[in-house]
C-alpha cells in the first residue's frame, strides 16, 4: 500500500492536542477540531481574525443551496443543477485588540500555542501567550462546545489574563452571516430582521436561493471586569458588540457567549414565528457552566455503552474514540429530514452531500449503537421517495432511483458517469431496510414504509436493466463500487445487490399478501404493484447473469480480466490523491481498482459466500486495489481477519482508523471521512470481533491482533447491551438481558454472568 502516515497530534487515550502550532498542518487541525451535534457544526478554525490558510466553516444539516444550472448540459437525463451545504453563520467572530495592535496568529508573535479536544466531553480547548510589539504578553484560553442536550445550543468561552501589564482590551464578537462558501465571491444569505441590546443580540436570515432560514441569538456574560464601553456593532449581514475591557496584571477577565440557532426549513412557518422561537429558546439557554455539566452527562453515559478499549496500542485507542466520537457528533437521529454527509458538518468537500455508503457503511454502527437513530437514518430516504420516482422518470425509467448524492433527494451530480451509471444507492436503500427489519423484526416498518421503497426500487431496477438474446437478465452501462471502470456490463456488484433486492421484494410481498392483508392492500393502492410485474421481477432474479466460476472466482465485470495491469505500490505519493494529478479518463484504462467491488457484497452478504472463494478474491483484487475511496481499507481489513491474514488485517485497520488523524490521503483539510470513521467501528465490531450480522443468528468469532493486549467492545441488540472482551487466551461476554448468539459457531446464551471461552488458537494473532 503506498500510502503513508503523517503523524502531526499528540497520541493518547481520551484526547486529541495539537502542541505548538504550524501552519502547514492549520487547515487540517480545523478539520480534526470540528465538533457537531447533528443539527450544527463548526470546523475547528481560530475564533479570531486569522489571514493565513483557513476555511472558516458552519453548516447546519438540510441548510443548502443551487449551484448555478449549467447551460452547456443539452443532453437529456444529466442533471443541470445541482445543490451543497451552505457556510453559514460564524457563531465564533471575534476580534482581539490592544492599542492597534489585532491578535492574527499569522502575523503576530505568539508562545505556549496547545489546542486540545475532550472527547469525553466534547470540549474544545485552545491557549497560548499573545507577544505584543512592546514585550507585554496576554494569556488567553478559548473554549467551544456545540450542544449534544440541546441542538440549538452552542457555547464559547474566552478568558484574558494580562501576563506583566495592565490596560485595556478592545474585544469585538459578533454574529456573522457574511460567510463565503469555498470561493464565492458573495455571500449566499440575506439578513431579514435584527435586534442589538448590550448584552444580547440577534439575526435572523435566510438562504438566497432555497430561502432557509436561521435565526441566531447570542448572550454575553462577562466575568472579572465590567466593560468601559459597550458599543454596538452592525453591519450588512453582522450583528454585534464591541467591548473595551480593563485589564488588571495577572487577574483573568472572562466573555461567555451563549448562542441559540434556530434552523427554519420549512417555508410556511412566518418569520415572527421563528422570532418568538429563537429568544424563548434563547432565554431558556443555560449558563456555559451548567451546559457543559450535561454535556459530560452525556458523554459519559454515551461511553459507558458505547466505547472501545484496546490495551497495548495507544494510537488506535486514540483513533477508534475519535472515531466513535465523530460518528455520534455527526449523527445521532435527531431528525428525520437529516443525513450524513460525506464529509459530516467538517467541511465543502463533495458539498455536504450524503452518499450510498450511509446506508452500507454508517448505518451498522447506529444499528448497533441506538437502533432508533438508525430507523431514521433509513426513514429518511422514505422522505425523498417522491424525488427519487422524479429522477427515475427523468432517466427514462420507472420507479424510485435514489441519487448518487443528495441532501434534498434530489440528485446533485452532474457527472453522468456517475449519477446515470451508479445503481447502487437504490440497491444500497433496499439493503439498509433488509438490514435494520433483519436486526429489529420493525414489521410494521416493513409493511409501510420500507415496502413502498422496496417496490418502488425493484421497479426502477427492472426497467435499467435488460435481457439479451440468450434471455440472461443484466445491468448494461453501469459503474460499480470501483469507480475507476465506467460504462461496463455486468458488473458483479450491481448484479449481485440487484438480484438480493429482487428476491426481498418478492419474499416481503408475498408475506404481506399472505399475513397482512390490509397492509398489501395499502401497498397496492400507494404504488400500483401487479403479479405480472412481481411476475417479471422472479424472472429477472432466476436469470440475473453473475460471472462466477465453480470455484468461487468472481470477475469484477465482463473483461476485467483482459484490461493491462497497473503496480500501485509503485505509484508515488506525490501523485495523491490520483483524481487531482492523474488525467481523469487515464483511471479508466487499467485495472487498478478505486474502492472493492466483489470484496464489498461478499462484506455485506457474508455468510452467501464459501471461505474459499472469499479467499481467491481477496488474494486477486486486493493487489489491484488503491484505497482512493476511504470506506475501502477496513472492508480488506475485515476480509484479511476473516481469512487469518493477521498482518493484512492490522495494516488495513491502521490506516482506516486513523484516516483523518494521520492525513494519509492528503485531503483531511477538506473535512473528515465520515465513511472511514464508521468503518473503523467495523473494523474493530466487525472484523477483529467477527461479528457478521447477515444469518439467522448474529454470530462472533473475536480474534486478537498480536500487537495488542486485550480490547473491548459494546453492541446493542434487541433491548440488550453486549460486552464483549478479548484478551490473550479467552473471551469473555455479558448482556444486561438474556441474548442468544452465534459464538465459534456454537450456540451461546449470553446472560449478566460471564460467559467465558477460551481464545481459540486460529485466532490468535
Known sequence: MAKQADQYFDVAPWTVTETGFDPEHGRVAESIFSVANEYSGVRGTFEEDYSGDTLQGSYFNGVYEYAPADPSIQYAGIQKRGHFMVNAVDWLALRLEIDGERLDLHTVAFSDFTRTLDLRTG??????????????????RFERFVSMVTASAVYQRVTLTPVNFSGEVTLTTTLNFDTRHGNSADSYWEDLRDFNDPMRFGLLAK????????????RLTLTGAAAATNEPVAAVRVVGRKLTLPLSEGEAVTLEKRVTNIVEKRPTVPNDELWA????????????????????????????????????DDENQQGIRFCIFQMAQTYHGQDVTNNI??????????????????ETMCLPFYLFNDIQAAKNLVEFRYTTLEAAKRRAKMVNCEGASYPISTINGDESTSLWQHANTQLQPSTAVA???????????????????????????????????????????SFYGVMGPDEFQVMVNHDAYTNYMGLKTFAYTLQVVAAMKAGAPDAYAALVAATGVTDAELAHWQDASDHMVFLGDNNGMIEQQQGFYDLPHVDVDQIPISDFPLYDHWSYDRLFRNDMIKQPDVLM??????????????????????PRTIHES??????????????????DAYKFFQFATRMDLDNYNRNTRDGLHTTSIAAAWLNIVYGFGGLRSDGPLLTLAPGLPAQWQRYAFRINYRGANIAVTVDRTQVTLTATAPVTLKVYDQVQTVTTTPLTLALPAQWQA
Open 123 to 140: 470540549l474544545l480547548t485552545r491557549s497560548l501567550v499573545w507577544t505584543l510589539g512592546d514585550g507585554r504578553q496576554l494569556a488567553l
Open 207 to 218: 438562504t438566497k436561493g432555497t430561502r432557509k432560514r436561521v435565526f441566531s441569538v447570542a
Open 277 to 312: 422561537t429563537g429568544r424563548a429558546a434563547s432565554d431558556a439557554q443555560p449558563a456555559f457552566a451548567a451546559a457543559l455539566a450535561a454535556q459530560t452527562a452525556y458523554w459519559t453515559d454515551f461511553w459507558a455503552h458505547n466505547d472501545i478499549e484496546i490495551t497495548g
Open 341 to 358: 454527509g460525506a464529509k459530516g458538518l467538517t467541511g465543502e468537500a463533495y458539498g455536504g452531500l450524503a452518499f450510498w455508503d450511509t
Open 431 to 473: 439493503y439498509a431496510i433488509w438490514h435494520y427489519v433483519h436486526l429489529t423484526d420493525d414489521t410494521a416498518f416493513l409493511n409501510g414504509h420500507g415496502s413502498e421503497m422496496l417496490v418502488e426500487i425493484a421497479r426502477f431496477l427492472y426497467s435499467r436493466g435488460d435481457w439479451n438474446r440468450k434471455h440472461e437478465f
Open 601 to 622: 457484497f461478499q462484506f455485506l452478504y457474508s455468510t452467501d459466500f464459501s471461505l474459499r472463494s472469499k479467499r481467491l478474491n481477496y488474494e486477486y483484487y486486493t
Open 630 to 647: 476511504s470506506l475501502s481499507p477496513s472492508i480488506h481489513s475485515i476480509m484479511a481477519q476473516e481469512l487469518h491474514k493477521p498482518d
